[in-house]
C-alpha cells in the first residue's frame, strides 16, 4: 500500500513541476467561469421577465443554474482528463523508466493503483474549484444543497471512470499523442453509446445501451438522485480499465 | 548467487539466447562480453524480472526470477541502457522515491540515499534537476539509483558509456569495491573494461556462451603458440633463415619496413634459440619483444565467423 502511494505521490508531483496542471487548471477554470456567467444570465433574464408578467412564482437555482452547468462540466472533462492522463505511462515507456518501476519489487496493480491514484488526485483537485460556484451563490441566493452534493458525488465517479480509461490507453503507447487519441475515442464511444439506445426498437436493447451509456447516469446525480445502479456501473467501469490496463503492463514482459 | 540454466529468448523465429548456462558465486564480478545484438542485454532484462524467458530458469539467492519476482527484485540493483530517470526531479528526490519504491524500511532511506550518493559521487549536483545534468552525471545517477537499496546483486549494463576517462576509471573503481559485498554482473563491448574490472569473462556471441573464464585462463586457452616481433637492419635472406631454426612455425612480414612477425612453439629453448640465430645472422636485431595475446584477439577469434576468422590469425 505504501509504495501505491509512493508511485501517486511522485506522479502528482510532477503535474506540478511542469506547467500541466497550471494551464489545464487555468484553462477549465476560464471556461467554467463564462459557461456559469451565460447560463446565470439567462436564468436572471427569465427570472426578470416571468416578474415582469406579474408571475412571482421563482425558478429554482438547482434545475436552470447548476444542472445545465454541471452538464457542461462532462463535455469538458471528456477533453481534459485524457490530456492530463495521457503521460501517465506513455512518458515512462518514452523514457525508459518504465524499467526502473518494472524492475523493483513491485506489482503491476500497484503501479496501475499509483496512477490511478495520481490521475484521480489531479483531476479532483481541479473540480474541486467547481465548488466555488454553489459556494458563492449561497450567498445571494436559496437553493437545495442536496442536488449539488450528489453531482459532486457523481462527478467523482465520472471522473474515475475517464481517468481509468486514460489510464488504460496510455499503458499501450509510447506515445502520449496516440494515448490522448485512444482515451478520448474510447471515452466517446461509450458516451455516443447512449444515442444508440434512444433509436432501438426492443425494450430490452434500450435498457442495456441507456446503461452502458457514461452520461445518462451522470444525469441522474446533477438531479440530486443517488442510482445505486450508477454507482455500480462507475466503480465498475474504472475497476475494468485499472484492470486491462494491469494485463498490458503485465503483458510487457512476455514481449 | 545467480543461477542460470537453459535459458532460451526466442523474438518470433530469432533466436536471441539459446540455451545458456551459467552461475555466478556470492561475491564475484563477472564480465559480460559480446558484440552487438550477442543478446548480452536480453539475458539481463531476463535476470531482473523485466522481460520473460521463452524457456530456462534464473534463480538469484534461491528464489525463482517467475515464482517469487518479488524477493528477486528486492535483491537486484539493475543499471539498463538507457539509465530510468525522471528529467523533472533533483537528484536526490529521484535517489529517495527509487529506495522507497526498492521497498527500503522508512529509516533507512535516508542513509540508502546518503550512502547512494557518496559512492556515486554525486554531492555536488544532489540539489539539480536531473534534466540539467550532463550525459556523465546522469550515468551517474544511474549507477547511484542501482546501488541506493544496498542490493545483493547488481546488473550493470554498459555502465561506463558516455563518460570521460577519469570518470570511466573512478566507475570502475567502484565497481571492484562493489565486490566481496554485491555480486556484480556488468555487459560491456570496451574490452579493456573486462580486463580493468572483472574476475570472470562470459564472452556471449549469436546468444551462445563462447567461452567462459578468467582474463588469464582464456589467454591460455587459446594460444599454444606464442608470437614475437623482430625488427632487423638488413633483410638479406633473412626470412629462409629463420624458418630453418627449431620450434619456428612460421614467420612473416610485419607492418613496419624490416619487420617479421615469428610465430613459435611454446616452449623457453626455442625462444633463446631464436634470438641467439638472428644475432648470429648479422642481419643487425633492432627489436625483440613478445607480442602479448590482447581480449580483442580472444573475442574476435571467438567471435567471428570462419571467413573473417582467417584475417584475424592468432
Given at each position: ?10 506522479d ?6 511542469g ?10 477554470m476560464?471556461l ?48 481534459m ?65 442536496g ?6 458525488l457523481?462527478?467523482?465517479l ?26 478520448f ?5 461509450f458516451?455516443v453509446?447512449g ?15 441507456n ?14 438522485i ?24 503485465e ?5 | ?14 533466436n ?60 537486484i ?48 549536483v ?8 550532463s ?9 547511484a539509483q ?6 545483493d ?18 566507475i570502475?573503481?567502484l ?77 612473416r612480414p ?42 580483442e ?18
Amino acid at each position: 500500500m505504501t509504495k501505491i502511494l509512493y508511485i501517486a505521490n511522485r506522479d502528482f508531483k510532477s503535474y506540478f513541476t511542469g506547467l500541466v496542471a497550471y494551464v489545464a487548471a487555468g484553462l477549465f477554470m476560464m471556461l467554467m467561469s463564462w459557461m456559469f456567467f451565460n447560463v446565470f444570465v439567462y436564468f436572471a433574464n427569465n427570472q426578470y421577465q416571468m416578474m415582469a408578467q406579474g408571475n412571482h412564482q421563482s425558478f429554482s437555482l438547482n434545475e436552470y443554474v447548476f444542472a445545465p452547468h454541471f452538464s457542461n462540466v462532462n463535455v469538458i472533462l471528456l477533453i481534459m482528463i485524457p490530456a492530463l492522463t495521457m503521460r501517465l505511462f506513455a512518458e515512462e515507456r518514452k523514457n525508459r523508466t518504465l524499467d526502473l518501476l518494472m524492475t523493483s519489487p513491485l506489482t503491476a496493480g500497484q503501479i496501475v493503483a499509483g496512477k490511478f491514484i495520481a490521475g484521480l488526485g489531479i483531476v479532483w483537485t481541479i473540480i474541486g474549484t467547481l465548488a466555488l460556484y454553489p459556494i458563492v451563490t449561497s450567498f445571494f441566493g436559496h437553493f437545495d444543497k442536496g442536488p449539488i452534493l450528489t453531482t459532486f458525488l457523481g462527478l467523482g465517479l465520472l471522473t474515475s471512470v475517464y481517468v481509468a480509461i486514460g489510464i488504460f490507453a496510455s499503458s499501450l503507447t509510447e506515445s502520449a499523442i496516440i494515448a490522448f487519441i485512444v482515451a478520448f475515442v474510447i471515452e466517446m464511444f461509450f458516451w455516443v453509446i447512449g444515442w444508440a439506445g434512444a433509436s432501438m426498437e426492443s425494450a430490452m436493447g434500450q435498457t442495456v445501451f441507456n446503461y452502458l451509456s457514461i452520461v445518462g447516469h451522470y444525469a441522474d446525480f446533477t438531479k440530486g438522485i443517488i442510482d445505486t445502479s450508477g454507482v455500480i456501473y462507475y466503480v465498475s467501469m474504472a475497476f475494468f480499465f485499472c484492470f486491462l490496463s494491469q494485463r498490458v503492463l503485465e503483458s510487457a514482459r512476455w514481449r | 548467487m545467480i543461477e542460470i540454466s537453459n535459458l532460451t529468448k526466442r523474438y518470433g523465429s530469432i533466436n536471441a539466447i539459446h540455451n545458456l548456462n551459467f552461475s555466478v558465486k556470492k561475491g564475484e564480478i563477472i564480465g559480460f562480453l559480446g558484440p552487438n545484438g550477442a543478446g548480452k542485454t536480453t539475458t539481463m532484462k531476463i535476470i531482473t524480472g523485466f522481460m520473460a524467458p521463452t524457456s530456462g530458469s534464473v534463480k538469484i539467492a534461491g528464489f525463482d526470477v517467475f515464482e517469487n519476482p518479488i524477493e528477486v527484485k528486492k535483491r537486484i540493483g539493475y543499471l539498463p541502457e538507457t539509465p530510468p530517470l525522471y528529467s523533472d526531479m533533483l537528484v536526490k528526490d529521484y535517489l529517495r522515491y527509487v529506495a522507497q519504491i526498492k521497498g527500503l524500511p522508512s529509516s533507512q532511506i535516508e542513509p540508502g540515499v546518503a550512502r547512494a550518493i557518496e559512492k556515486a559521487n554525486l554531492g555536488q549536483v544532489q540539489k539539480r534537476l536531473i534534466g540539467n545534468l550532463s550525459k556523465g552525471f546522469r550515468q551517474r545517477v544511474g549507477v547511484a539509483q542501482a546501488l541506493v537499496h544496498n542490493p545483493d546483486v547488481l546488473i550493470l549494463d554498459e555502465p561506463t558509456v558516455g563518460l570521460d576517462p577519469k570518470q570511466v576509471i573512478e566507475i570502475r573503481n567502484l565497481i571492484k569495491e562493489l565486490s566481496g559485498d554485491h555480486t556484480v554482473v556488468l555487459s560491456t563491448h570496451v574490452l579493456p573494461e573486462v580486463t580493468a574490472t572483472c574476475q570472470r569473462i562470459i564472452i556471449i556471441n549469436k546468444g551462445e556462451i563462447a567461452a567462459e573464464d578468467t582474463f588469464e585462463g582464456l589467454s591460455k586457452r587459446m594460444t599454444s603458440t606464442r608470437r614475437f616481433y623482430v625488427k632487423i637492419r638488413r633483410t638479406g635472406d633473412f626470412e629462409a633463415q629463420v624458418k630453418k631454426i627449431v620450434g619456428v612455425k612460421g614467420i612473416r612480414p610485419g607492418t613496419a619496413g624490416n619487420s617479421y612477425e615469428v610465430e613459435l612453439d611454446k616452449n623457453d629453448d626455442s625462444n633463446e634459440m631464436l634470438a641467439e640465430a638472428i644475432v648470429k645472422s648479422g642481419a643487425g636485431l633492432m627489436e625483440f619483444r613478445s607480442i602479448d595475446v590482447s581480449l580483442e584477439d580472444i573475442f574476435l577469434k571467438l567471435t567471428t565467423t570462419d571467413v573473417a576468422q582467417q584475417g584475424a590469425t592468432l
